[in-house]
């Protein structure tokens, strides 16, 4: 039974949760009622990842084993509190107002409405096509181990760190890591995504027995690991920081310190462990706007990458 809708108080707001019981996440018997839970326990810092980002919304109305729906337009009937950003997309000549989280209210109300995952631009509405986010996905293919995941993340770090950046792991609620990194909202998508590709191939060049950075994926070792470059394309969004997921486990993308990933056990880190967890150690990625980093050295790698005839990105936009 889904039972009465209840009222959450947010803030100075309150948010009517609708059929409260409803079982979301059968492993765990986790209902919609434990979903508001655990986004109110770890409140700042899902606001925080989603901050003034046009956000996706990836609802499941009638529960995981129903149809999943990538919501980019905020429906009608929003409340009037809710913020939205317009974006458009050119190739279709349409645009949407996607939500634009600012508080905590916002995120429970798209639980409201059956959102489980949150998936963000990495730019802002102050200008929507300039990034102030380079997002580094570390994605197995089907055969590729965790512990490879686990050994590219060491040469990431190192990578990162002799280039004076600091980089923000975290789980990406499955079987890869994703690593955030804050720059100038300087350049365009494309260069971002140049700048991505050039880092990849650094990677790729210190660890060739476990990385690829080739596009297309009939063409990859299935035991390889792939930096997903393409993550950085204008409209392409991945789960943020504190998503859960849309698995019957309710795994969460969860923030992680990087002397933790030798040991970390993603599927560990679930709606019912991540809160005692965010009240321990508070939010990983709190400093993540306390600085922002250059592209320069990775678009002049990019440049020599090209001159010594390798392609740019090629995936579509």
């Given at each position: 039974m889904?039972g ?25 018997g ?9 986004y ?11 901050r003034?980002?046009p956000?996706?919304l ?5 529960g995981?084993?129903?149809?999943k729906v ?11 509190w809710?913020?939205t950003v ?36 990495n ?6 096509e ?11 293919m ?5 512990g ?8 990431v ?21 994703h ?5 100038a ?21 210190r ?18 690991l792939?930096?997903d ?23 969460v993308s ?5 002397d ?11 709606i ?24 320069d050295?990775l678009?002049e790698?990019a ?13 579509p936009?």
């Amino acid at each position: 039974m889904a039972g009465k809708a209840t009222v959450i108080e947010v803030g100075d707001l309150e948010v009517r949760v609708s059929n409260p019981d409803r079982v979301y996440f059968p492993e765990l018997g986790a209902t919609k009622l434990d979903l508001v839970r655990y986004y109110l326990a770890v409140g700042d810092g899902i606001v925080r990842a989603l901050r003034e980002r046009p956000c996706m919304l990836h609802r499941f109305p009638d529960g995981l084993a129903g149809e999943k729906v990538h919501q980019k337009r905020v429906p009608n009937g929003a409340p009037p509190w809710l913020e939205t950003v317009r974006v458009t997309f050119p190739r279709y000549n349409r645009h949407a107002d996607e939500v634009c989280v600012t508080k905590p209210a916002d995120v429970i109300w798209a639980v409201q409405m059956s959102t489980v995952e949150f998936h963000p631009w990495n730019s802002r509405r102050a200008d929507v096509e300039r990034p102030d986010e380079w997002r580094i996905d570390l994605d197995p293919m089907p055969d590729c181990p965790f512990g490879t995941v686990r050994r590219v993340a060491g040469v990431v770090h190192e990578v990162l760190d002799e280039l004076g950046i600091t980089g923000y792991p975290k789980t990406s609620g499955g079987r890869g890591l994703h690593v955030y990194v804050r720059i100038a909202p300087r350049w365009g998508f494309a260069e971002v995504r140049r700048a991505a590709l050039a880092f990849a191939r650094e990677v790729e060049r210190r660890a060739p027995d476990d990385v690829t950075t080739t596009w297309w994926r009939k063409d990859r070792d299935p035991g390889s690991l792939f930096v997903d470059y393409n993550q950085n394309a204008r409209d392409h969004t991945i789960a943020s920081a504190y998503s859960v997921r849309g698995v019957p486990a309710a795994t969460v993308s969860t923030p992680v310190r990087w002397d933790e990933i030798a040991d970390v056990e993603p599927m560990e880190l679930t709606i019912r462990t991540v809160p005692a967890r965010y009240a321990e150690l508070g939010d990983l990625h709190a400093d993540i706007d306390d600085q922002e980093f250059s592209l320069d050295t990775l678009l002049e790698w990019a440049d020599r990458d090209e001159r010594a005839g390798l392609s740019g990105p090629n995936s579509p936009e």
